[in-house]
């Protein structure tokens, strides 16, 4: 019962993690879009900014960087997995 409950408190604790660190990079490549929009076509804006701003947040949805994301869940449990591993090793 104590292992189930210290997965479940992890597994809560991973994803809030992965929430934060999701909405960061959300926010940085939204940023980075509206710089480089404001850098090429300064007097853009209104609808032309929104497509333009959700057609890049689109590409990044579908990039391999916000997959890397999941890496939160996958790290600490190839890490408890390693150290259980040595630990009944020995």
Do not use: C, D, W
């Not at 940085?28 to 076509?41: N, T």
């Amino acid at each position: 019962m104590g292992f189930a409950r210290a997965l479940l408190l992890g597994f809560g604790i991973l994803t809030v993690f992965y929430v934060l660190i999701s909405l960061y990079a959300r926010s940085l490549v939204r940023e980075r879009l509206e710089k480089q929009l404001q850098a090429e076509h300064p007097g853009l804006g209104g609808a032309e900014r929104n497509a333009y701003i959700e057609a890049g947040m689109a590409t990044y949805r579908r990039s391999l960087r916000r997959k890397l994301i999941l890496g939160v869940y996958v790290v600490p449990l190839l890490a408890v997995a390693a150290i259980a591993y040595f630990i009944n090793r020995q």
